[in-house]
Structures are given as C-alpha cells and as structure tokens.
T-cell receptor, first 113, second 113 residues
Framework: DQQVKQNSPSLSVQEGRISILNCDYT??????FLWYKKYPAEGPTFLIS?????DKNEDGRFTVFLNKSAKHLSLHIVPSQPGDSAVYFC????????????FGTGTRLQVTL | DAGVTQSPTHLIKTRGQQVTLRCSPK?????VSWYQQALGQGPQFIFQ???????QRGNFPDRFSGHQFPNYSSELNVNALLLGDSALYLC????????????FGSGTRLTVV
C-alpha cells in the first residue's frame, strides 16, 4: 500500500531549464509535506517543506506547490544546475507524528549541460 | 560540528544471524529515528526513540528492536536475519520528537547472504 507515489523514476533536464518533479499521495490525513535530495553514499538532505494550510512555498530556486484536492504536490527547480543531479524523495507526515515520514520511491534527476 | 554518525558503513551477515547498528545523533539533537531503504524504494520508518523510550513504530516485526542511551545515541538490533532485510539503514536525528528538522546519517549498508 504505497501512500506516497512518485510515478516518474527518472527525469532529464537541460541546465538552465525548469525541473518539475511530481508526487501524489492517497492519505488525505497527511498535513505536512517535505522534499529531500539524496546523493549516492550520502543520507537524504532536507530541501523544502510545505504545510497543508499553504499551497506554495519558495526557497531560492526551489518552489513546492500543493494541490490538496488532487492530493498532488510538485517541486519546481529554476534554473536547474548540474549540481542538482540527485535522487529526490517526497515525504508526507501527520501532525504529532513528525518523525514518522512516509516517503515516495524517488525520482532520479539528471541535469545535462 | 559533526552530523549524524552511523557505524559500521557496510556489513555482511548470514541468514539467521543477529546484527546491531549504531547511531550518534547530531550535537544538540535528542531524538533518533531509524529508516530502512530497500533497493529502488524510499526510506521506510522503523521506529523513533526519545527520552530513551520507543515513541513510535512503523510496520516492522518484533525482530527489529532498538535502544537509546542517556547520551542520546541509539542502536538498532535485528534478530533472525532474512535475505529481505538487506537494505540501507538510515538514522535521522532531530531536536525533540515532534520536530521535522531531521538530519540523516549516510547509512549502514546491510547485506544478508
């Protein structure tokens, strides 16, 4: 029972263009969402998050959009840089269970020159 | 400032054996969560320790147990190893058990043969 899904296992984008990574969830009780980036041989690192009371959150080149009615969130990276090449995981949580994140299966982003 | 430290980095065990993985949280963090990441999957929550007690648990059998010490470090024990236990085991620490500000370690790669 995959409650958080990332249906695109991989994505290739040219440097300077926009990268859009998508994530869908099935549990309508989730109220906090996070994106993590993972390089090989390293642990995931926190990128950006959004609470269910918002529909958008920006941090520099990274913007997360949340569509609660569609149970969908997306991460936009503009402009994409070669150093952004990594595996991106979206994760969801319930208030009061902060450490219990439910992760998607990840999307491997490759930013080409 | 050291982040989350996990040991060992790699481990090979035989089916039926027992294994202990160790985690030292980031300085200032008092909560440790453990995740299992199988190949091609996202991390799955095993359990969380706070104030030396297991506070939350994911859908893992009793073969998975843990401990937190007074210095906030933690151990993950797995008994009666199965081939399916082969995975990357990630430790994440945070300040407080309701805090989303996790720092992940680089993980321990466990191979069961």
């Amino acid at each position: 029972d995959q409650q958080v899904k990332q249906n695109s296992p991989s994505l290739s984008v040219q440097e300077g263009r926009i990268s859009i990574l998508n994530c869908d969830y099935t549990n309508s009780m989730f109220d906090y969402f996070l994106w993590y980036k993972k390089y090989p041989a390293e642990g995931p690192t926190f990128l950006i998050s959004i609470s269910s009371i918002k529909d958008k959150n920006e941090d520099g080149r990274f913007t997360v959009f949340l569509n609660k009615s569609a149970k969908h969130l997306s991460l936009h990276i503009v402009p994409s840089q070669p150093g952004d090449s990594a595996v991106y995981f979206c994760a969801a949580s319930l208030t009061g269970t902060a450490s219990k994140l439910t992760f998607g299966t990840g999307t491997r982003l490759q930013v080409t020159l | 400032d050291a982040g989350v430290t996990q040991s060992p980095t790699h481990l090979i065990k035989t089916r039926g054996q027992q294994v202990t993985l160790r985690c030292s949280p980031k300085s200032g963090h008092d909560t440790v969560s453990w995740y299992q990441q199988a190949l091609g999957q996202g991390p799955q929550f095993i359990f969380q320790y706070y104030e030396e007690e297991e506070r939350q648990r994911g859908n893992f059998p009793d073969r998975f147990s843990g401990h937190q010490f007074p210095n906030y470090s933690s151990e993950l024990n797995v008994n009666a190893l199965l081939l399916g236990d082969s995975a990357l085991y990630l430790c994440a620490s945070s300040r407080g058990h309701l805090n989303y500000g996790y720092t992940f370690g680089s993980g321990t790669r466990l191979t069961v043969v």
